[in-house]
């Protein structure tokens, strides 16, 4: 759904052994936002933080109230970044 914009500062500091997955989680816990390029909206540039995160997490739950959180599929994490960066699922 979205990618880094690794173009960004917030990227020049990134140790290069350390997978982007891993950095993004850092920086979010420093809360330090991630930008990222939507490219299904237009490539529009979304600011994705931990606070956004958690907010998508509440959405989720909301919605799926049987949701197990310890075993999060790639479609569960689909939905929870679509209801944090546009607080609904907006695509599929």
């Given amino acids: 759904m ?3 914009d690794n ?5 020049e500091q ?4 350390l997978p ?4 993004a989680t850092q920086l979010l816990l420093e809360n330090k936002g991630i930008k990222l390029i ?5 490539g529009k ?3 994705l ?8 997490v509440e959405h989720y739950i909301k ?3 049987s949701v197990d959180m310890d075993d999060i599929d790639a479609t569960a994490a689909d939905m929870i970044f679509q209801y944090a960066l546009f607080g609904e699922i907006a695509y599929g």
Avoid at 20 to 23: A, D, I, K, T
Avoid at 49 to 56: M, N, R
């Fill in 2 to 4: 979205g990618f880094p």
């Fill in 7 to 11: 173009t960004a500062s917030e990227w």
């Fill in 14 to 17: 990134r140790p290069h052994k």
């Fill in 20 to 23: 982007l997955s891993q950095y």
């Fill in 38 to 42: 939507v490219e299904e909206d237009e």
């Fill in 45 to 47: 540039v979304h600011e």
């Fill in 49 to 56: 933080t931990l606070q956004v995160l958690i907010t998508g």
């Fill in 63 to 65: 919605h799926d109230s």
